[in-house]
DNA sequence: GATAAATTTTTGTTAAAACAGAAATGAAGG
DNA sequence: CCTTCATTTCTGTTTTAACAAAAATTTATC
């Protein structure tokens, strides 16, 4: 991936800028082929992370407030978020009996049978995206991003 | 920034999914610190990446398309984008007179005189962010993430 | 020159995100 | 108990983005 090329500038732009902008080139390419790959289940990245969540959960209801801690990406609208999960079949809710406050969410069946599915698409494609990567480098890479 | 403990999980992730999730934690980070850096002005990110290209032109005008190249997130409705610029004055809009398809927009001198405003405030972001890399360190994470 | 095709921008519609505030419930203190 | 405050979720509203199609103009072809 060429910075240069793909913002079409000549200009030499300073090491810190190239560098946030760079990473938003990639984070729109990993946000793109994952969403085109999740296209046919007709989720998108964030349910299908609302998805791996609940199944981490391993039969543990997980509620509202839990999600959102564990998304990648913090939203305040995680209930409408869930009620197309709901829709689609792939996730059960129901209140909390311990406090009603909260809900208490759980993958379904169906949902873990369409994740595994899911899985499969988005590891090739993860793989995909990083193929010119050696292990190496991948990890001296994780190094770095660790300092931001 | 630990991934880990962002998204609170414990379990170990395969490096290529790390890396990526990694990606996604840091783009948002940058994109809320750059943002509200530039709420006070009442401009978006893309506001102000169209504002930057409109001065990289030079004062020759840029048509739509040209900004669509050049824009980090490409996106189909530069035309309600620029439209937001026009309200507030930072730019002008006219049609092309040697192509009446296409339309000519230049940055206003108070759209200028903003901008060098905005630069300062994002300049110290992107420098916040990046705080713990040294130039080195930047230049060769600059070149892994060419790989992608 | 008329017709078809291509380019560029605009518009309409739907979906997603951001932001703020309301509603429901529970906990704490008098 | 009653009031106040805190927590958790839900709802309403406004922006922003994604997708598709329409409109306007130019270019190409017959």
Same mark, same amino acid.
């Given at each position: 991936?060429?910075?240069?090329?793909?913002?079409?500038?000549?200009?030499?732009?300073?090491?810190?800028?190239?560098?946030?902008?760079?990473?938003?080139?990639?984070?729109?390419?990993?946000?793109?082929?994952?969403?085109?790959?999740?296209?046919?289940?007709?989720?998108?990245?964030?349910?299908?992370?609302?998805?791996?969540?609940?199944?981490?959960?391993?039969?543990?209801?997980?509620?509202?407030?839990?999600?959102? !801690?564990?998304?990648?990406?913090?939203?305040?609208?995680?209930?409408?978020?869930? !009620?197309?999960?709901?829709?689609?079949?792939?996730?059960?809710?129901?209140?909390?009996?311990?406090?009603?406050?909260?809900?208490?969410?759980?993958?379904?069946?169906?949902?873990?049978?369409?994740?595994?599915?899911?899985?499969?698409?988005?590891?090739?494609?993860?793989?995909?995206?990083?193929?010119?990567?050696?292990?190496?480098?991948?990890?001296?890479?994780?190094?770095?991003? !660790?300092?931001?």
């Amino acid at each position: 991936m060429n910075v240069e090329e793909i913002i079409k500038t000549s200009k030499k732009m300073p090491l810190e800028s190239r560098t946030l902008i760079h990473i938003t080139l990639i984070h729109n390419k990993i946000y793109e082929l994952i969403g085109n790959a999740l296209k046919p289940f007709e989720v998108s990245l964030q349910q299908f992370n609302v998805l791996r969540i609940l199944r981490g959960q391993k039969g543990k209801p997980a509620n509202l407030s839990t999600l959102n !801690d564990r998304m990648v990406t913090k939203m305040s609208n995680t209930t409408r978020l869930v !009620d197309k999960l709901l829709a689609k079949g792939y996730v059960d809710r129901c209140v909390c009996p311990s406090n009603r406050r909260k809900v208490e969410i759980l993958i379904t069946e169906s949902g873990s049978q369409a994740l595994t599915q899911m899985d499969k698409v988005v590891a090739e494609t993860e793989n995909e995206i990083v193929q010119h990567f050696t292990k190496q480098e991948l990890e001296q890479l994780n190094l770095l991003l !660790d300092k931001f």
